[in-house]
């Protein structure tokens, strides 16, 4: 008998309904049942995005929608900016490079966000970029970038604005049409409480005159395809119809709490998180652009992340995630995004301090749980 | 009060066990417990693909399996052959396109199967081809190929043979190894009885030679890094791991029952089937070639088969399929496909009967019915 929590950045919880969604018989989707599912999944999705533009499902994961804006925005030998301060800023360069764009990269410290006026300079370098690639949430580091800055330096260029909102879409704010996002591109696992296999992409009128001219081959990914059927309400390929209808029941929550107040609800989980791992001595790994998203933390000398991070799973069921690439074994990432609420986040602080206690780090028991507690009052 | 009956080629209905596998909570992909689902579900899809090769999962619907097959294997300047006979024949030949590949069309008349003899002649002509594409199951018109005789002509050659097995695969008999097929692509909404979202595709030594080769631009649908994740139990980017939990569930159920027990079931009901149809004086649209898959039956002239279709489906509960294309209200098509037994069978035709008996079609209610339990025997 084991009861398992999920603290990660992706795949995150599922809610009950989105659960029992899954689990009915499956419909046909060239059928005006699935019909009005995607029209209400379309609008909910435009509700979450803030924006009133195109937004597409995409039966893939999150990477397949940023392969999507790569190709459908830009041609071999355009000249595109991308800003890397981790392991998914580093992706959006992979894939330009893949898809033959000269990629001027911006390296952000990890653990750092970026700054605008370090993309106004290098646009001002590289007059010629149609697109600039960053992140919301840089889920290898906890950090948030701002992207409302951003998106002002962005709105007086030719360059649209394409945002990784795969971690944070729907747990912090990003106000698409407001802060001049171009193309948006998010995935079920993360803020909208769904299992993977969705990926999602918003394209602005900006970013729809670069689709029109880009000549980057594509067949799968191709928007020009997906707004087409879209139109009929329908989509290109076969959706992904089981995970469509679940994304309806988990939009249905999110409308109900209202995205404001599931702002709220995330920024009082991560203050939690934060407080606690503070009291316990540990320090912030982005302790400047802190997201409410996920929470990476340092740990000390002689702490093993790794074997933390597994003690924790595979002996109390808590899994939270460790480090990538360059931060392997050096942090962990505490996430409290999508279905978590307070009881969550004292479960996952309690294993925490069992395991840093067995393991040897000097702490008193409990002071973590207690200003967790203190800062959810 | 309404119950429903899916006979479609795609989505096909959901065992129990699967639709519960699927309400499960979520685990987390980068673990040891997922871990076991990969390699449970990769020794699944050999023994349905008759494989000893490399079989991938993909979060993606099966036309990204087809696409990740001409990005893989070919280069833009290539050539390559594609067989067309329908609509899914017709997108090899536009993936291909799109990706600047040399395409060869061996054009098949809609209803029939290409014959061996054209490929060997068309190879003969373009000694450069290196990858021909065709079909396993020709949705589109229900027409079954003669894979192993098409895989006897490439065995000697230099081409690779790449089919579409997404209907088909699980349902009727594709002996990948032993038939010379170098890739075979496939879906999960069809034989193997899950919802749409999952890719599949094999690849041959013959095939993974291509692949070192091939520059074309790809990034999510890259084998080698497919490859590399896999030999480590993991996958490149975020697996649908609900599909892929539930994917194991439907391959125990197929390995329980045997292949040859599956297809052997899929025979029968498709012989209930045709014997129903012609039995009610309608003609098999491809009665050379008919698969055990999916049944296209030609309508009379005065019976409109987009409203039998309709009713059928929102009058009656009965969802079969209509024409596509050039066939759209010419021909019904009804999928016997995945978990189907015999009285799915008998309500899809009872229904038919009586929606053509409505729609003023002369014949003797119960004759098809009739027809189908004789050769349920």
Redesign the interface.
């Known amino acids: 008998m084991r009861k ?1 929590y ?1 603290l ?1 950045p ?2 995150t ?2 809610p009950p309904e989105v ?2 969604a ?8 060239r ?2 049942q699935f019909q009005a599912i995607i029209k209400e999944a379309t609008q909910g999705l435009q509700y979450v995005f803030q924006t009133k533009g195109d937004v597409f499902i995409l ?6 929608a940023m ?1 999507a804006a790569v190709v459908n925005l830009l041609s ?1 030998g355009d000249t595109a900016i991308t800003i890397q301060g981790g392991k998914f800023g580093e992706r959006w360069t ?2 330009c490079k ?3 764009i000269n990629t001027e990269v911006i390296d952000v410290k990890w653990g750092e966000g970026v700054s605008a006026s370090e993309i106004e300079k290098r646009l001002k370098a590289n007059p010629a970029a149609k697109a600039v690639f960053t992140t919301l949430c840089e889920t290898s580091t906890g950090v948030v970038n701002d992207i409302a800055a951003i998106g002002s330096v962005l709105k007086a260029t030719n360059a649209a604005l394409v945002v990784d909102a795969i971690s944070g879409l729907g747990a912090i704010d990003l106000k698409t049409d407001a802060w001049n996002c171009d193309v948006v591109v998010s ?1 079920s ?1 993360k803020g909208l409480m769904l ?3 969705l990926g999602f992409i918003s394209v602005s009128q900006k970013a729809w005159k670069l689709v029109e001219s880009s000549r ?6 191709d928007l020009k395809a997906a707004k087409k059927a879209l139109d009929k309400t329908d989509t290109p ?7 469509i209808i679940a994304l309806c029941e988990a939009l249905k929550m999110i409308k109900e709490d209202g995205l404001e107040n599931t702002f709220i609800r995330h920024k009082k989980m991560a203050d939690a998180t934060r407080a606690a791992v503070k009291a316990l001595g540990l320090e912030l790994f982005a302790p400047t652009a802190a997201s409410d998203v996920v929470t990476a933390v340092n740990l000390p000398a002689g702490i093993d992340g790794e074997k933390l991070v597994k003690t924790m ?2 002996t109390y069921g808590v ?1 939270i995630a460790g480090g990538q690439a360059e931060l392997k074994g050096k942090v962990i990432r505490i996430a409290h995004m999508g279905f978590i609420e307070e009881f969550d986040i004292i479960a996952g602080i309690s294993c925490l301090e069992k395991v840093l206690h067995q393991m040897g780090y000097k702490f008193s028991l409990g002071q973590g749980i207690k200003a967790a507690q203190e800062s959810l009052l």
Request: charged fraction near 15%.
């Open positions: 398992n999920l990660t992706g795949p919880p599922l659960c029992e899954m689990a009915r018989p499956i419909i046909h989707h059928t005006p039966a893939s994961s999150g990477t397949g392969e071999p992979e894939i893949k898809y033959g995935g696992q299992p993977p296999g980057s081959p594509k067949y799968y990914f390929f076969t959706p992904a119809i089981t995970l799973r595979d899994t």
